[in-house]
Structure formats: C-alpha cells, structure tokens
C-alpha cells in the first residue's frame, strides 16, 4: 500500500484495516476499523479531510478528493463516509458527505456538497449534482439523479449485508498477508 504524507499529515488506519498495494493514499485520511480500500483507488486528502467509517469499503478504480476551504466556502468540503457503505467499482465521490449504509454503484458521481442520508442505494452511473441532500430509504437514479423509489425491506437488509460481505473478504487478503 501507498500511504504518502502531505504537510506532515499522514493517514490513519484503524484497526484491520485493508489497503491494497496498488492504492494511494494521502494527506488527512482516517480510515475507521474493518475498512478496506481494493485496487488502484486513489484518496487524496491534500486540502481537506477525508473520513471512512468503519466496515465502509471503497471499490477498484475509485476516485477520493476534497474541495479546499475559501473566502467563499471557509470550511471547503471535506469528503465524509459513514459507517457500512459499498462504494463500487470507479466512482468519483468529490466533497460530500455519506451517511452510514449506502450503496454507491459502479461509476456513480457523487459532488461537492451533497449530504446523502442513511440507507440509501445510488444507481450504477448515477450523477449527483452539486448540493443536493438524499433522503434516507430511496433508490437514486440517472444522469443527473433523481428520486426513484422507496426501498424495499430486501434492499434495505442489503446495505449492511453488502459492507458484511467486504469486512469479510478484507480478512481472506489480510489472512494472506
């Protein structure tokens, strides 16, 4: 794994965390426990903070980056993952802010500002523009998002099942260390 310092920042990892070799990391990262971080995903937190809650995964290809703080926006946005999300395969995630079980699906655009609440599903390709807020228990879709529909009581059981089944296969790749 690649865990570069920025400004004498370095990141944190909690406790059995995984970072695949190939990833980077850097700045003002702090992943929580059980997280994993799978192939080539870059986070670069330079001119703000990133936050990964624990048993939040963060899938091959992905994109992790901050907006810096300004005149016109002095606190930036920091990028902020709950606890239990399934962030897939190249998605971009600019910051926002995820609640805790969410599933972002694969080449989902989440930007600057966006607050996403908990249980919440982001379809596969999904735009979510500048400062949008979704609401808890919805299924969000499209180019730009909208609200879909509600989801289903098998939907909402799978958000944590899904961060289940990456704390699981972090710990095979751990085990092989």
């Not at 606190?75 to 609640?99: R, S």
């Not at 979510?128 to 499209?142: A, D, F, H």
């Amino acid at each position: 794994m690649t865990l570069r310092t920025y400004k004498s920042i370095t990141p944190s990892l909690g406790a059995n965390c995984y970072v695949d070799p190939s990833a980077v990391i850097a700045g003002d990262v702090v992943l929580g426990d059980d997280a994993s971080i799978w192939p080539l995903v870059a986070a670069r937190g330079d001119v703000n903070k990133i936050r990964i809650g624990a048993r939040s995964n963060v899938q091959d290809g992905s994109v992790l980056h901050v907006t810096r703080k300004s005149s016109q926006n002095p606190e930036g946005f920091p990028l902020i993952i709950g606890e239990d999300v399934t962030v897939g395969h190249k998605c971009m995630l600019h910051g926002c802010e995820l609640g805790s079980r969410i599933l972002v699906g694969m080449g989902a655009i989440i930007m600057d500002g966006v607050i996403v609440e908990d249980d919440v599903f982001i379809g596969a390709g999904t735009l979510v523009p500048p400062n949008k807020r979704l609401e808890s228990g919805y299924l969000y879709v499209g180019n730009p998002m909208q609200k879909k529909r509600p989801l289903k009581e098998s939907e909402m059981a799978f958000l944590k099942q899904s961060a289940i089944n990456y704390v699981n296969l972090k710990d095979e790749y751990l085990e092989d260390a």
